[in-house]
């Protein structure tokens, strides 16, 4: 089965870098998704790693290490925007998703 | 490219009534899957249908259906509603081209209310 933890919640500064972590306990997957989703909307698609490394997109990067089970979603230039909801998932192998319980990130001025 | 749609935005029922919500994903996805999301809870994995077949289900009871259309657009069933039902019902679609791994689009979400 598939066990995914994230912090509940994480406060940072507008202009700062803040990492948000994942880890997991799991058999495999084929990859591991990161998801921003903003109070009453649906979740985006925000970055996937199917490899170990870091991938960047702007002023997002994932980073995954699947020997250590751990993941993480670095988020630069903070805006206050980017409070929101982080969700990270593995994609269990073709069959379904599973999501972490998320992670609330409040951006403060 | 028209993103996932869901309708109705919002619902409000009572116990033991059902319900049906509806998802049309984006053009060219096979693959649909459903999600509840509660804040005690957070995302859970509901079912996933592709070529109007149920490939993956997960750990909900019987009452919670769904079926998909050879138009890819997919319902899903809820009967006899219970009030720990309400929750925010997410259907999100994907390319499922076989490839390694396969991003998931959501639509906006259906919010249930069960008085």
């Known amino acids: 089965g598939q066990n995914i933890d994230q912090p509940t919640e994480m406060t940072a500064t507008e202009g700062a870098i803040v990492q948000i972590n994942c880890t997991y306990q799991t058999s495999g997957f084929n990859g591991l998704f990161w998801y921003q989703q903003h109070a009453g909307e649906a979740p985006t698609f925000l970055s996937y790693?199917?490899?170990?490394g870091l991938e960047e997109k702007g002023r997002f990067s994932s980073f995954l290490s699947r020997s250590k089970g751990y993941s993480y979603l670095l988020l630069k230039e903070l805006q206050m925007k980017d409070s929101a909801s982080y969700l990270c998932a593995v994609d269990n192998y073709g069959q379904n998703f599973v999501f972490g319980p998320g992670t609330r990130l409040s951006v403060l001025p | 490219k028209a993103g996932v749609t869901q309708t109705p935005r919002y619902l409000i029922k009572t116990r033991g009534q059902q319900v049906t919500l509806s998802c049309s994903p984006i053009s060219g996805h096979r693959s649909v899957s459903w999600y509840q999301q509660t804040p005690g809870q957070g995302l859970q994995f509901l079912f996933e249908?592709?070529?109007?077949?149920?490939?993956n289900k997960g750990n909900f009871p019987g009452r919670f259906s769904g079926r998909q259309f050879s138009n890819s657009r997919s319902e899903m069933n809820v009967s006899t509603l219970e009030l720990g039902d309400s929750a925010l019902y997410l259907c999100?679609?994907?390319?499922?081209?076989?490839?390694?791994?396969?991003?998931?689009?959501f639509g906006p979400g259906t919010r249930l209310t069960v008085l």
């Open positions: 999100a679609s994907s390319l499922a081209s076989g490839g390694h791994t396969d991003t998931q689009y």
């Open positions: 790693n199917v490899l170990d």
């Open positions: 249908y592709f070529s109007e077949t149920q490939r």
